[in-house]
Every structure is written in C-alpha cells, then in structure tokens.
C-alpha cells in the first residue's frame, strides 16, 4: 500500500491518495492539537500515534457490534486504510453528561446526567465556526435529507449504547463524543473519521479527572494529554 499524493489536510489528520486503489485512502494521524476554532494550538510527540491506536479499538468494537465504517486497517503506528467516502458535513453530537457548549448555551449544571442520550448537528464550515444547526437547517443546507438524518442519529444513539457501558467497564464516564459520517462509492452512509480522546470526553468515574482534550484546552497538568491518552488506550486494551 503506497501513499500517492495529499489530497486533504486537516486539524487533526492528513489524507492520502493510494497508489493504483482510487476506493481507498491512508489517513494520516497528526501529533497537532487545536481547540477553539484552532485560536489555540499545540503539538505533543505521540498524539497522533495513540489516537490512531484508540480509534482503531473503537471501530473495532463497533464493527464488530454490525456498525458499518470506512475502516479498513492499520497499517503503521499513525496510518490507517479507509474506504474512500464523501464526508457528510455535520458534526454528530452525543450528549449523556452536561459540560461544554452544552452548560454555556442552554445554562444546564455542569455535570448533570441527562436523561436520554442528546444528539445535536453543527455546519461543518470553519467560516462559519461550525453552528449547530437543526434538522431543517441541515436540509436547506443540502447536507442530508430527513431520511437521512434519521439513520444517522440512529446509528449515532446506537453507537453510545454501545460505547457507553464499554468505556464503564474500563472506568470511564463517556460524557460527550463527535462522530462525523460519509457515503461510500454505493450511497451507503459509513461511520467515518475517528473516536478517539480528541473527540470524546471520558471522565474517570471513581475520581472524575478528565482523560481527553479538555486537558490541553484548559490547560490541565500543563497541558499535556500524553500520559491521560496512554491510560485511555491501557484500560481499552485491558
Ligand atoms: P462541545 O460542543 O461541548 O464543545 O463538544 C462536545 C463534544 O464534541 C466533545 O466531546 C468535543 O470533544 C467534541 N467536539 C466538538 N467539536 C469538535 C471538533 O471540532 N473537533 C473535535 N475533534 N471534537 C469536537
């Protein structure tokens, strides 16, 4: 399997033509950081490994529950296969605990157990600093139709129910996650990009420290998320 050219950079990943499998692409997991609409950056050595490492385990698992996604195989410390497939331009939003944009946009108590899983889209357009958006938007939008958005909160629901009590049994809380889709070459919507702690929140249930990227956007332990990730792909693994 060999790279051809870049076609895609983003925050967190580069994207890769596959010499001679115009279906396929490598992913390239990057050791940036970002937050804040990337107004703060950073970069810790072996990010970009872990992360590759951690969402591979959890596509694992949710392939293996019958959630289909363009996940192929890893095929280096930072490099994974994918099918290629056209991004859906949403943000899919899984909510059980409150924090986040969630507290500062509807004054809901930082912490409180929500009573059912809250799924919410954001535009995908850094222009515009990702809004969220409702179903209606999402449609005259042209980014789905509501038949659409049905399957993917569907499969986004089914997905928590799936990952919620696995990351319990590790000890984790999985307070929020994003998860983007894409349709593939046949329209079939795939479960796309990655789950990892850059993208989740995962509190330690027994002690409620945060595992994942909120450590470097408030700047916890100085701001290093290095030795958090390792613990995060330990309890996966174990
Ligand atoms: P919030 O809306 O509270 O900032 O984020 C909710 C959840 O979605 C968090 O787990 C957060 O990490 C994730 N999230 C929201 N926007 C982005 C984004 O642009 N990139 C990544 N990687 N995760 C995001």
């Known amino acids: 399997m ?20 115009p279906d396929l692409l490598i992913a390239e997991f990057k050791d940036d950081l970002t937050a804040f609409d990337a107004t ?15 969402s591979t385990e959890i596509f694992k698992l949710l392939m293996n529950a019958g959630i289909k996604t363009d996940m192929l195989q890893s095929i ?8 290629k497939c056209e991004i859906i331009p949403l943000e899919v939003i899984v ?3 409150a924090t986040g944009s969630l507290t500062k946009r509807l004054g809901i108590s ?8 809250l799924v919410e ?6 222009a515009l600093h990702d809004p969220i958006i409702n179903d209606e938007h999402a449609i005259l939008l042209n980014a789905s139709t509501q038949e659409d958005l049905n399957y993917i909160k569907d499969q986004a629901r089914k997905i928590n129910e799936i990952l ?11 307070v929020d996650f994003k998860i983007e889709f894409g349709r593939d070459k046949d329209g079939q919507i795939i479960l796309a990009d990655e789950i990892s702690p850059d993208s989740c929140r995962f509190w330690d249930i027994k002690t409620g420290q945060k595992m994942d990227k909120d450590i470097f956007r408030q700047d916890i332990n100085g701001g290093s998320i290095k030795v958090a990730y390792e613990e995060v792909l330990k309890r996966i693994l174990g």
Do not use: H
């Open 76 to 83: 280096s410390d930072t490099e994974q296969v994918v099918k």
């Open 164 to 174: 919620k009590p696995f990351f319990a049994s590790k000890g984790l809380n999985l």
């Open 110 to 117: 930082e912490g409180k157990i929500l009573p059912f899983a």
């Open 121 to 126: 889209f954001c535009y995908k357009d850094d």
């Open 95 to 97: 909510r059980n605990i």
């Open 40 to 54: 703060k950056r950073g970069n810790e050595s072996g990010k970009g490994a872990l992360n590759n490492k951690i």
């Open 2 to 21: 060999q790279k051809d050219k870049m076609i895609y950079e983003g925050k967190g990943k580069k994207m890769w033509s596959v010499l001679g499998e």
